[in-house]
Structure formats: C-alpha cells, structure tokens
C-alpha cells in the first residue's frame, strides 16, 4: 500500500444496521385510542391541570381510570368538544360560569 492512502477511502462505507421492528418494542400508534391528561390536554389545547381541575369539579369530558392511570377516550373528547359548539354567546344553553379560581 502507498503510504497516504487507506484502504476504507476505497471501499464505500456500510450503513449502520437498523433495528427490526420486532425489537424495538411496540411504536404508539399514529391516532392512539387512548389519550393520558398530558396528550388530551394539547388535543383539546387545554392545560393537563385545567383537565385535572375539571375531574374534580365537574364539566370536564369523560375520563377512565386504569388503576391509577386516568386516560381519555379520544372519542368522549371529541363530543365533548363538539358539545360545546355555539353560534353566539346569546345562544340558549351557552352560560358564562364564575371563575372557580
């Protein structure tokens, strides 16, 4: 070999391996069913806490307990949201509640 050359400037490199699908564990689905305080939160862009404060006080959408773990259905957060359409605020139904802060 000539001196300055090298024997990996004349072969291509090889691309890294990639893992398999079945070892890398189970990908989340694109549209999960189920959907933790924190992700119902940016699918309705609400505060995790003002979807907390709504579980004890009431008003907020339905929620399931796990054990401990509280999921929202994506469905029951699109008709609670969809429950909650107005034309105007003179609407019948539509109230205007006192801040519970």
């Keep these: ?19 398999s699908a ?19 939160g940016a699918f309705l862009r609400l505060s995790p806490r003002t979807l907390e404060k709504q579980r004890v006080l009431g008003g907020g959408p339905r929620f399931r307990k796990f054990g401990a773990r509280v999921v929202y259905a ?16 003179s609407d019948p139904g539509y109230v205007q509640r006192d801040s519970v802060r």
């Excluded at 079945?22 to 119902?40: H, K, Q, R, V, Y």
């Excluded at 609670?80 to 034309?87: E, K």
């Design 22 to 40: 079945a070892s890398a564990g189970p990908a989340a689905p694109a549209n999960p069913e189920f959907l933790t305080t924190d992700e119902a």
């Design 1 to 19: 070999m000539a001196v300055g050359s090298s024997f990996s400037s004349r072969t291509a490199p090889r691309p890294a391996p990639q893992p």
């Design 74 to 89: 994506a469905a029951d957060l699109r008709a609670w949201a969809d429950s909650r359409t107005y034309g105007m605020t």
